[in-house]
């Protein structure tokens, strides 16, 4: 769950354009990630899970060291150990749930207990610029594929597979699983990203504007030139770029390549 402190963004368009950066105004994200496998080891442990503010881990428990610990000065500085406590507490219980999961997957899938496998779960909340709220989710996975995500609208659950369908089934049978998740995710999740932000302060609040670099490469045949630009080095992750040629939306025409990290 790697997230991308300086992320590089990959754009290529015909020649003859000329590249304008474009801000875009500025949301924040409050996210979580579990994974749980059925063989730990090699630094793996059985049960992990990790929170982020935008692109910033913040919490952190796996099942060896067995507390939740803090990740940032921000959250060690404004949260005591009651904090730390409640959050160890919830973690276990979700390391419990999973290993029922990966169970009950198993047998889902006619898999064997000998094999290797893992249950996913990644939700969260999200802050507009303007204060408001954007589309929470929740969904799970496993064995690293799409396995079942809640429809926030309907209160139902799609489902990605077959083995999923039983999943949907009995989630679906009560309604409260999905009232609770929808409240979760408008409330309690929203309130923390509000406080982590006040936390925070600048150092999630920051842009840092990225170094642009545009190269030209030819093709085969000599004719066909392409423009290609690697923005470097912002922050956060959430950028937009355009190409204009004589003050013409190009983008049309352009590949883009997702944001990524850098490796740096």
């Not at 840092?208 to 470097?232: N, S």
Request: with cysteine.
């Amino acid at each position: 769950m790697r997230t991308p402190a300086h992320p590089v963004l990959l754009l290529m368009l015909w020649l003859g354009v000329v590249l304008l950066p474009e801000a875009c105004g500025r949301s924040h994200s409050l996210r979580y990630f579990y994974t749980g496998v059925t063989r730990p080891g090699l630094g793996v442990s059985e049960f992990t899970a990790v929170g982020y503010v935008d692109d910033v881990p913040f919490d952190r428990f796996d099942s060896d060291r067995g507390r939740a610990e803090p990740r940032t000065s921000w959250i060690r500085n404004n949260e005591g150990p009651e904090y730390w406590d409640r959050n160890t507490q919830i973690y276990k219980g979700w390391a419990q749930i999973f290993r029922g999961n990966l169970q009950t997957a198993l047998v889902y899938y006619n898999q064997s207990k000998d094999g290797i496998h893992s249950v996913q779960l990644m939700y969260g909340c999200q802050l507009r610029e303007d204060n408001t709220t954007g589309s929470g989710f929740f969904q799970f996975g496993y064995d690293g594929q799409d396995y079942i995500t809640l429809d926030k609208a309907t209160l139902s659950w799609t489902a990605a597979d077959g083995g999923a369908q039983n999943t949907k089934r009995k989630w679906e049978a009560d309604r409260t699983i999905a009232e609770q998740d929808k409240a979760y995710l408008e409330g309690e999740c929203i309130d923390g990203l509000r406080r982590y932000l006040r936390y925070g302060g600048p150092s999630l609040t920051r842009a840092d504007p990225p170094t642009v670099r545009v190269t030209r490469h030819h093709g085969p045949d000599g004719d066909d030139v392409t423009l290609r630009c690697r923005a470097l080095g912002f922050y956060p992750a959430d950028i937009k770029f355009k190409w204009e040629r004589d003050r013409e939306d190009m983008s049309q025409e352009m590949e883009y390549v997702e944001t990524r990290p850098s490796g740096e």
